[in-house]
């Protein structure tokens, strides 16, 4: 019997119980409402005293109405003894109104109004039990995994799919290798790893690679989320992992993937709940199932997490999690990969040059890629081009890096004045200091949260020196000090660079070594994890520390300060021929800063829509925005603790 066919029956069966518990009611409202029951005695006598107004007379009972005193008529009702001889006669004689009804439609109300209820009740729980005997999100089946079988007739991903992560990839080949053919590992004692971790930041495709794993290997996948496994019912999370490895048994060989494990994988024993809350009884009955008392051969267990560092020792040891596989932000070769796989969805012109895209996007991840993919084709879309073009690829990096230009917000002759000098400061300390990024663009067009970028060209940069540290310092004050030289003011706009700068100082004294101090790491951050922050710094140092430390942090503050002052107070020049530059054309690029500087002549400005920008190549956009007013300061690809 089909789903629809049972659903037919089901519905049928509560219309059933709906019409027998009306019957029910009306039959109650009948007895017991405004009718008053009467011996038959008594309504003979009625009738003989002439106070019967109407009767109705249906099989065995009689139903009317007494005559009152110009009131409402009072209603009664009685039962009438078979074949009662007379009745009729007595009626007639006594002028009542007599109305007689078919018995016949109404035989089976009596047997109905009484099996009713039983059969009400046995259909509510014949339902009940159907529920909690069955799985999915039903009633009462808590207890069962959300788990998802990948099928085979849904559109695949391949490791053809995922470019820019190659190492990854080589590592869960082996995976596939093994589950295909396992004969040929375990001959030389070998064992599969049972977990793989695949760690990165977000957007590197750790989800995608795990999809990638599901069509390459012909086993199946089981697809959950750690956040499935946690409910408002006590015990249900650890129920959930009991089917899912229950399930995964059954299937064996098989994958099972959870998606952002850190949500029950937690370190035990911080948060809330102390040491017996739902999550950590989730957690620990993973851990059981992993690498417990029974095994689970063939259930290879892939997770994903960006949050390594908030896990618990027990669920990373090998045996649980053999495998850390790493899967981080692509390079200049792997962006050009992902670029290459992205584009095959949308037309693209001959004039897109993918490696000078992959050679102006240091840092993307894959989801910044594809985003700016398709931010290209929607602005290529939206002028009615037929295909993408190097300019949409270059209107949509700008975008996705800064945000999109806020056109419609007005400011004043006097702010944008601010502005440009603000940028202006940036741009001249960049362009004039040694060990920096090279610069890409300058624009005094508010973008996102900013009223004025400075746009730079990081690179692949994966250590930092002192020199360059410095040179970040130095540059983030060209704003601050621009201002102050060339109108005589302070504003806010440098709010964010001087708290981006104060806390780069403060790092380079307290966990780089690169003060008077010397290579001492001052501060060490709590070990109790609340929630997944640390919420304290552990102060391991004495208050005269504390004030070297003060001391060390301005000192470096004040010679980058002096540093961008000397800079800007000596090309006051370069300073308001870039300015009124930036007040003329709103944006101008690196090559136009540096004719600027060199007191040259700028090029005529381009107005062609649909012309590329920076086609020659050497120098493109940067991770992040460093920004003079109002911006977010200091990249978020800045120096940071490894």
Known sequence: MNSTVKTIMFWAFIVICLVLLFGVVQKSAVMGGKEQEIPFSTFLE??????????????????????????????FHTEVPANYPNMYDLLNQAKVQVTIKDAQGNMLWPILIQIGPLVLILGIWFFIMRQMQSGGNKAMSFGKSRARLLSMQQKKVTFKDVAGVDEAKEELKEIIEYLREPQRFQKLGGRIPKGVLLVGPPGTGKTLLARAVAGEANVPFFSISGSDFVEMFVGVG?????????????????IIFIDEIDAVGRHRGAGLGGGHDEREQTLNQLLVEMDGFESNDGVI????????????????????FDRRVVVGLPDVRGREEVLRVHVKKVPVAEDVNLNVLARGTPGFSGADLANMVNEAALNAARVNRKQVTMYDLEIAKDKVLMGAERKSMLLTDEEKRVTAYHEAGHALVSVLRDHTDPIHKVTIIPRGMALGVTVYL???????????????????????????????????????????????????????????????????????????????????????TARQIDQEVRRLIDEAYQSAYTLVDTH????????????????????????????????????????????????????KPESGRGGPGFPEGSPSPA
């Open 572 to 623: 006051k020049d370069a300073m308001h021929r870039i300015a009124n530059a930036l007040l003329e054309r709103e944006t101008i690029d690196a090559e136009e800063v540096r004719l600027l500087i060199e007191g040259k002549e700028l090029p005529s400005v381009r107005s062609s829509l649909a012309s590329p920008t920076d086609q020659g190549g050497g120098i493109q956009q940067v991770l």
């Open 238 to 254: 650890a129920s959930r992992v009991r089917d899912l490895f229950e399930q995964g048994k059954k299937n064996a060989p098989c």
């Open 301 to 320: 267990l892939v997770a994903a997490t960006n949050r390594p560092d908030v896990l618990d020792p027990a669920l990373l040891r090998p045996g649980r």
């Open 458 to 544: 990081p690179g692949d940069r994966h250590n930092y020196t002192r020199e360059y540290l410095e040179t970040r310092l130095a540059t983030a004050y060209g704003g601050r000090v621009a201002e102050e030289i060339f109108l005589g003011q302070m504003s806010t706009g440098a709010g964010s660079d001087i708290e981006n700068a104060t806390d780069l100082a403060r790092r380079m004294v307290c966990e780089y070594g690169m003060s008077r101090l010397g290579p001492l790491t001052f501060g060490k951050k709590e070990e109790q994890i609340f929630l997944g922050r640390e919420i304290a710094q552990h102060r391991d140092f004495s208050e005269e």
């Open 46 to 75: 009625r009738v003989q005293q002439g106070q019967v107004n109407d009767v109705t007379v249906q099989s065995m009972e009689v139903h009317g109405h007494l005559k009152g005193d110009g009131k409402e008529l009072t209603g």
